[in-house]
T-cell receptor, first 111, second 110 residues
């Protein structure tokens, strides 16, 4: 079974802190994605990557950056966390365009 | 930019009643996928539709892709309590970007 593992299920950070969310997949997928999920807004794409060191902005990249140094790992970085970044963050991966496999999610609270 | 609208946002049904959720895209899609997210869980893939006018069935679930490949629906016949969750459509237009609808949260009353 494909497994997508997110490093933290729950995080509480303070405004201005730097936050790292890590995601690892074990099925050699080329494509990886970071979404945030908010009530009533569904899943919104922050960034995606279709290859190592390649990244593309999604619909809401402001305030976020990403890193993909290895194929299996895709990290989301909040350089200076703000309260409006309190959300559920979901990582996903897929091979060619097809079924997305999601991690369990990381619920971030910024105080 | 590309948008995928999904209605209704919420639906409460009595167990045994039918349920339908609809997705509409502002642009033509290459394919559309459907996902289910149980309360407290993460989205899980249900199905992918690729062809214009395609209809697929999974037991009590029927999925349709519109002729113009801009809309889709998911219909559940005779809902059960295990159907509870949020159903998302995700449109793909060939740019590695899956655009998710806002989701329909289904509650089934026993």
């Amino acid at each position: 079974d494909v497994k997508v593992t997110q490093s933290s299920r729950y995080l509480v950070k303070r405004t201005g802190e730097k936050v790292f969310l890590e995601c690892v997949q074990d099925m050699d997928h080329e494509n990886m994605f970071w979404y945030r999920q908010d009530p009533g807004l569904g899943l919104r794409l922050i960034y995606f990557s279709y290859d190592v060191k390649m990244k593309e902005k999604g619909d809401i990249p402001e305030g976020y950056s990403v890193s993909r140094e290895k194929k299996e790992r895709f990290s989301l970085i909040l350089e200076s966390a703000s309260t409006n970044q309190t959300s559920m963050y979901l990582c996903a991966s897929c091979r060619a365009p097809g079924e997305l496999f999601f991690g369990e999610g990381s619920r971030l609270t910024v105080l | 930019g590309q948008q995928v609208m999904q209605i209704p946002q919420y639906q409460h049904v009595q167990e045994g009643e039918d349920f339908t959720t609809y997705c509409n895209s502002s642009t033509t899609l290459s394919n559309i996928q459907w996902y289910k997210q149980r309360p407290g869980g993460h989205p899980v893939f249900l199905i992918q539709l690729v062809k214009s006018g395609e209809v697929k069935k999974q037991k009590r679930l029927t999925f349709q892709f519109g002729e113009a490949k801009k809309n889709s629906s998911l219909h559940i016949t005779a809902t059960q309590t295990t159907d509870v969750g949020t159903y998302f459509c995700a449109g793909f237009s060939g740019t590695y970007k899956y655009i998710f609808g806002t989701g329909t949260r289904l509650k089934v009353l026993a």
